[in-house]
């Protein structure tokens, strides 16, 4: 990963980390409970958007260079694998259509 890419997704990462434990208070505190919902909803937001940075930083980095090494069959396969553990690109669109 690119350093400033891994930057960028460390600092992310620690914010939500912070969020989470934000949330884990509200719950502790029996706080009320759309209230909660509405946060774990701005968690999962930003999870999503570490998981697009990552696949962004694959695409640019792991996938161009096996590609210009010839290795696309192996690389295409690999990324097809991988977007089963994303559910922003291949869960139901927000609207609850398909993609």
Excluded: W
């Amino acid at each position: 990963m690119r350093e400033a890419d891994k930057k960028a997704l460390v600092n992310r990462l620690r914010s939500a980390r912070g969020h989470v434990d934000a949330v884990l208070r509200m719950v502790e505190d029996d706080t009320y409970c759309v209230d909660v919902m509405k946060q774990l909803s701005a968690v999962q937001g930003s999870l999503e958007a570490a998981s697009r940075a990552v696949l962004r930083n694959h695409l640019e980095t792991c996938v161009a260079d096996a590609m210009r090494s010839g290795r696309t069959t192996e690389i295409v396969d690999e990324l097809m694998q991988a977007l089963r553990f994303d559910r922003v690109t291949t869960g139901p669109a927000r609207d609850g259509t398909s993609p």
